[in-house]
């Protein structure tokens, strides 16, 4: 890291690394009220913009509402919204009160969000009135001492509070809190291959490296049209289109709606976004709908984040939108770290596979395989980032979980092991391999085998079940599942369609299998674990 990105990265760290930071101010309360903070846009087009002088007030009317139901510093409030003004005074609302927001992902099942809600030891939940059902007490629900806030409800569900009620009713104000730069913002959960999804504990001052990555990874300039696609109830979304722009002062817009090609083309179109991010499946899919494609975008820069770009996506963004789409890197545990990076002092020619170089700010490295030494260039090792040499790094750990926790550091701390495998240059720019768990990257969405498999054994035909990525052309990856039947049971398609509708509805709609192979025994170790690798090796040979 050269002196320069040295000094900016303590200039960052001086805002948000301060025993007296305070959220609300950081994300808010600094910014001229008069500015706009975001837009959010329906599926028919129509948009509506909050100002940051608008989201103060609501979210000081929300903030005093929890406090009246008891909500305080470092309490966790869970919330299961869509991109809406009211999910940005929720939020707000939250972190002004120096509580604790646990992101549910609303593709989530019941199962997966009692999971999170439970192990974050939630004391309310907010919902919209569309995904309430998933809250509806149950077995797949295990009571829970939360409060309920529901958003656009009807008010039919006894014992739980709505939103809109509590926005007119007077609470005595609140002071913002001020819980310094090691207090917590937001706990998400990132699963992996064995156990339940892991918490992420993300501090006040992770917000110096999420700006730093909107600035130099992505050039995020203030007369920029920003839009990052990503859903906020996973990390870039909630990074780089909620936290990172409000921190900044940055209008960031919001899409209502599901995705569909024809709206994201009309979208960038409409709106003239100048500067937008995405996972490689939305370019995938805009580039297979040549059809809806706009002339004379304003588009100035394109990034990509969440699994590798391949080149063709590289190719078609030269051709159609007149601008190379970049790759970046990085983890929940991280935000971005490695990159091709847009700002024009670090700005280089884009060399086709590669994920870029370090970002200001981290100091990155290829180990050995055996060892903890860096490996030779060329040579596939193991990513990892240099804790000592890393300013803008801010993991610490898995609350709860010290053997995981372990597991992510060498013995002597220094290196943080990433879990991806790769190679570096001679000229210092990283390419990405493999992963080196068996954690799925479907369309931008990681997605832990055992999350899966747990769902899938418990139905009484399953004996066994070992899911693994099978290649994709528009998702990069998909789940296949490999499935050992009890004695008695036939593998048939109405028994696939009857697994993949399980996992849709006790874990996530978006994880289910794509395809079911019935098999009669899965490939182990003498211990009995599950040899993964082979059946990825068996897809990958059937794909090609």
């Not at 921190?247 to 500067?275: C, E, H, K, Y």
Request: charge should be negative; proline fraction near 7%; aromatic fraction near 8%.
């Amino acid at each position: 890291m050269d002196l320069r990105s040295d000094e900016r990265a303590e200039r960052l760290l001086a805002q948000y690394d301060r025993p007296d930071a305070c959220a609300a101010e950081l994300l808010c309360d600094r910014h001229p009220a008069e500015h706009t903070a975001l837009t959010v846009i329906a599926g028919d087009l129509s948009a509506e913009d909050l100002t940051f002088g608008e989201l103060r007030r609501r979210s000081e009317t929300f903030a005093a509402a929890l406090a009246a139901q008891g909500i305080g510093q470092g309490d966790a409030v869970a919330v299961l919204m869509g991109k809406s003004a009211d999910l940005a005074t929720v939020l707000l609302g939250i972190w002004r009160l120096g509580a604790v927001h646990i992101p549910l992902f609303t593709a989530f099942a019941t199962p997966a969000i009692a999971l999170r809600l439970h192990a974050g030891d939630a004391k309310a939940v907010v919902v919209d009135a569309g995904q309430a059902h998933k809250l509806a007490p149950g077995p797949d629900l295990p009571e829970g001492d939360w409060t309920v806030i529901e958003v656009g409800g009807s008010g039919a569900n006894p014992g739980w509070l709505a939103f809109e009620d509590l926005m007119r009713a007077q609470h005595p104000a609140v002071t913002p809190a001020r819980v310094g730069g090691d207090g917590t913002l937001v706990q998400l959960f990132t699963s992996g291959t064995t156990g339940t999804p892991k918490g992420v504990r993300v501090p006040v001052r992770a917000l110096a490296a999420l700006e730093g990555y909107l600035v130099d990874g992505l050039d995020v300039r203030p007369d920029d049209v920003y839009w990052d696609a990503a859903d906020p109830g996973w990390a870039y979304g909630l990074y780089y289109a909620v936290l990172a722009p409000l921190a900044m002062g940055r209008r960031s817009i919001w899409l209502n709606a599901g995705f569909s090609a024809p709206l994201t083309w009309q979208v960038l179109d409409r709106f003239g976004v100048t500067n937008f991010a995405a996972a490689p499946t939305i370019y995938r899919s805009l580039r297979n709908d040549p059809e809806g494609a706009r002339p004379g975008l304003r588009l100035r820069r394109a990034s990509s984040a969440g699994e590798p770009l391949t080149p063709e996506v590289v190719e078609w963004s030269e051709r159609v939108l007149g601008l190379t789409v970049r790759d970046h890197y990085g983890q929940t545990e991280l935000g971005m770290v490695i990159g091709n990076a847009w700002r024009d002092e670090l700005r280089e020619e884009v060399l086709p596979g590669s994920m870029g170089r370090p970002l200001p700010g981290y100091s990155c490295e290829v180990l050995a395989m055996d060892g903890d030494a860096p490996a030779p260039a060329g040579t596939v090792g193991r990513v990892a980032l240099d804790t000592k040499a890393s300013p803008l790094f801010w993991f610490t750990g898995y609350p709860g979980a010290p053997d995981k926790t372990a597991e992510r550091f060498t013995a002597d701390g220094r290196w943080y092991l990433t879990g991806d495998s790769g190679y570096r240059d001679d000229e210092g720019r990283f390419f990405f391999s493999s992963r080196d768990d068996d954690v799925i990257i479907m369309a931008g969405y990681r997605i832990g085998p055992f999350d899966v498999e747990s769902v899938l054994v418990t139905h009484p035909g399953v004996a066994e079940a070992a899911v693994v990525a099978a290649p994709d052309a528009l998702r990069g990856e998909v789940l296949v599942a490999y499935v050992v039947l009890s004695k008695g049971t036939e593998g048939t398609p109405e028994l696939e369609a009857e697994l993949q509708k399980l996992v849709k509805e006790r874990y996530a709609a978006h994880a289910y299998p794509r395809g079911v192979r019935f098999v009669t025994e899965l490939p182990k170790t003498p211990s009995g674990k599950i040899q993964r690798f082979k059946l990825r090796d068996r897809e990958r040979e059937n794909a090609g």
